[in-house]
C-alpha cells in the first residue's frame, strides 16, 4: 500500500498509517510502557486495531484538523522500513496536543526526540498553530526529557500532568 511520506529527519520518516501496518500497530499497543501511560491505545485484538487504523487514515482524506479529529501518523526506521512508532495530534482544553510513542527496542537513542522536534516544527509551519502543548504524567521521565529535547518549554502542573509548550 502506499505510504504518504509527511518528513524525514536525519534516521526516520513520518508517514502516513495504512492497514498494512495493523499488526505492527497491535503489537506495540501490548508493550508495558503503552499500558502504563497510554491505556486508550491498547488493543485487544487484530480486528479493533484495524478499526482504529481505519478512522485515523480517514482523517488524512478529509484533511487534518486535529481541533476535531485526531491526526497521528507512523514513525518509520529510515534504515530498515521497519514501524517503529506514532507521533500525532489532538484536541485537548488548553488546545492542541502532540502525542508520541516509540516501540521499547528502540526507546532511549534519541528517536522520539527526533520525531517530535521535526514534527512540531513542521505542524507550526504547515497548521494554522501558534502552539502545540506537550502533557506528560510527572513519573513518566521518559516522555519529560523527549519533550524538553525537542524545545517544549514547562508551563504548569495539572493533577498528576506536567504541561510543556512549544511555540
Known sequence: ????????????????FNLDDSEKVLSMSQESGIKKWMPDQVYDNLSQTK???????????????????????????????????HIGLSAIDEGIEIGYAITEKYQKKGLASEAVSAFSNWVINNFAL???WGVANKNNVGSIKVLENSKY??????????????E
Open 130 to 132: 501558534k502552539s502545540i
Open 51 to 85: 478499526k482504529v487504523l481505519n478512522f485515523l487514515i480517514a482523517q488524512y482524506k478529509n484533511g487534518p484538523d486535529p481541533s476535531n479529529n485526531p491526526y497521528v501518523l507512523g514513525i518509520e526506521l529510515k534504515s530498515n522500513k521497519e514501524l517503529i512508532g
Open 153 to 166: 518549554k514547562y508551563v504548569d502542573k495539572r493533577d498528576s500532568e506536567l504541561l510543556y509548550i512549544y
Open 1 to 16: 500500500m502506499n505510504k504518504n511520506i509527511i518528513l524525514k529527519t536525519d534516521r526516520l520518516k513520518i508517514r502516513e
